[in-house]
């Protein structure tokens, strides 16, 4: 999952423009009894936490450093 306040704080990452249509609303229309109950309570968390960070309306700026260079 990517979330809008990611992309804001990482405008350089250019996310798929082709074959990934499907992700969008994806999440929203899976049924609970379609994943293994794990599956379900990890995904629930995880767009909660992006709600969160989205909530928030963070202005952040991208993170540079050795950890962020590529080879």
Request: hydrophobic share 40%.
């Amino acid at each position: 999952m990517v979330g809008g306040w990611w992309l804001k704080a990482h405008p350089e990452f250019k996310p798929l423009e082709r074959g990934a249509g499907w992700l969008v609303g994806f999440r929203d229309r899976l049924m609970e009894d379609e994943l293994h109950p794990i599956d379900w309570g990890h995904i629930k968390e995880l767009a909660q936490w992006h709600e969160g960070k989205d909530a928030e309306n963070i202005d952040t700026q991208p993170v540079a450093g050795s950890s962020s260079e590529t080879m």
